[in-house]
């Protein structure tokens, strides 16, 4: 017979263990609910004219014959972009003008219900930039006719964007460099942000703003700040994200999406005085101080120099101990079997 | 032999017996002398139990990047549980220091103020002496006290790192609070320091205390001081020959007085 004391102890500790489990499974975040694909969306791709672009688009060995991009693949996996969120607008809802472009046949049928009609803009749109940059575009830069297309639609992100450090140097001083609405977002196969492959998607944020914030080259040209990847990489955001299960802060948690500005500008999230409310979105009571312990910085001997002093003695005293502990313990073993006959030869010539 | 573990049967088979240590077979038969009590035993275990808990749960937490950490994290629940689960060791941890300073401060309260534990500039010479038999300068092993060189490094190594585990422990724990106060460098300086203070304190353990505990041919399988608190009387003659001789001295004088004390007993009865 077991006694009912250690029967009540083991139940006790089992409802314990239990409620623990609870607890930890409590802070899961809900999943995303995913759609599945609309089956009907390949009906209606007829309508859109679609299906008349794919005829030669939906070639693999399409190519440009002529032009500067000579022998660029044209292609358009018609799989992937009718899995992606504009798989129900036409190629005309963005490719508003495909005249000149090799096309004879221009007069594709544009009766999508949700296509934006070419030349058309809503009424919201910030319509002098929008003016502005159609001017400026003329046809400079391939991918600024696409930012237009994009407006078009999501006048709301676009008012921000061409204020933000990245649209403002796009659209106001005619830059190639900084990222465009495609940049992050992808071409023909936009995905919504909750899901796994999205470039915006929380998990790839990271891997999305290293594709410029980790090139020498763009760091160097406009004095970024150097790490950001690294230091980025070794924070308890990053290290939590990698257990996966749950939300985590990335680049846009802190710096924002549309609206990324200069730290020293009082619009940004990252600057001094928005700071604090930035970390209390998820630490509650974070002040400035507080996020100032969370740092781009570089641990080096000219920056952050207290924590590069910390992290050298602690480092020279592992060094310092360990080392001669362990040349004791060898020492004293080699000793210790040598007097046991441990290590004589046994066998003679 | 039927009183020998089972582990230790490997080693044991592959090493001769030194002549001396096969008399340790024979250690019940010996007088048992305390060499730890029960809280000195107690705080031993709490310590022992929170770091091989810390170890276990923070060193997952620390590279994620591992699969077999992120195995071991869901294994234990998540990364929430494993993070609960390291604080909660991590007051256990913290317990077993405030246990210790409570000790104390009873101890000197009771009159026990001299401690063995604390360096002396003897322990110098003991060290030079030490290495020198190390290393076959000198024929004969230096005569310790009740604590060698060694075991007093142990002692205030393990201070220290308790007291900064939980110190930086504390500011990772309560950010929000600790920066109300201090610059935000500290919690950066605290993780940092948290990090090479485990590593540092887990390979003194693993490396240099489990070798002299454990796996040290003398002592294989494992000293059983830590559990019994019991040393026998051929080990503290050879390990601590200045701490036994101290105890037969002592052993002696309280003899004498004994023989002595109902002698004046006696006569003071005569007397009357």
Known sequence: MMNTRALQLIAVGLAAGLALAAWARAEEPPSK??????????????????????????????????????????????????????????????????????????????????????????????????????????????????????????????????????????????????????????????????????????ANIPNTCKRCHAQTEIKRRYGLTKNVVETFGDSFHARRGEMGRGEIAVCTSCHGWHDIYAPEDP????????????????HQGAQINFASAFTHGEVSRTELVGIYAVTQIHKWMIVGIIGPLVFLVFVHLLKNLRERGALKRTSKP | MNDQPIGAVPLGTLLPAKPAAAARTAAQQQRMYTRFNIHQRLQHFLLVFSFLGLMTTGMPLRFPELAICRMFIGLLGGPEAVGI????????????????????????????????????????????????????LRKEPPRFGRYNWREKFDYFGACFGVALMVATGLVIWFPQIVTWVLPGWTVTAAVLL??????????AIFLSHFYWVHLNPDVYPMSMVWLTGQISEDDLKQQHPLEYEEIKERERLAAEAALQAPAAAAGEEVAQ
């Open chain 2, 85 to 136: 689960i390291h604080r909660c060791l991590g007051l256990i941890m913290a317990t077993s220091g405030a246990y210790h300073i409570t000790y104390l401060i009873v101890m000197w309260f009771k009159g026990h103020r001299k401690h063995e534990i604390l360096f002396t500039p003897l322990d110098f010479n003991l060290f030079l002496d030490d290495m020198k038999f190390f290393f076959g």
């Open chain 1, 267 to 282: 619009r940004s999230k990252v600057n001094k005085n928005r700071v604090s409310e930035t970390c209390g979105e998820c």
């Open chain 1, 33 to 202: 609910d995913q759609a599945p694909p609309n089956v009907n969306l390949r009906f209606k791709r007829y309508m859109s004219g679609t299906e008349t672009c794919l005829t030669c688009h939906g070639d693999y060995n399409i190519i440009t014959t002529r032009g500067a991009q000579k022998n660029e693949s044209l292609w358009v996996s018609s799989d992937r972009f009718l899995g992606s969120v504009h798989s129900r607008l036409g190629c005309t809802s963005c490719h508003t003008n495909i005249e000149g472009h090799g096309h004879r046949l221009a007069q594709v049928e544009t009766n999508s219900t949700n296509a934006v009609q070419p030349g058309e803009k809503p009424a919201s749109i910030d319509a002098g930039a929008l003016a502005a940059l159609d001017e400026k575009v003329g046809g400079r830069f391939k991918r600024e006719p696409a930012l237009v297309a994009c407006a078009n639609c999501h006048p709301e992100q676009f008012n921000v964007y061409i204020t933000s450090v990245h649209g403002n140097a796009v659209v106001g001083e005619g830059n190639s460099d900084p990222p465009w609405c495609i940049d992050c977002h992808g071409w023909h196969y936009i995905l919504p942000s909750s899901d796994e492959r999205a470039l915006t998607n929380p």
């Open chain 2, 194 to 203: 948290h990090e090479y203070e485990a590593l540092l304190a887990g390979l």
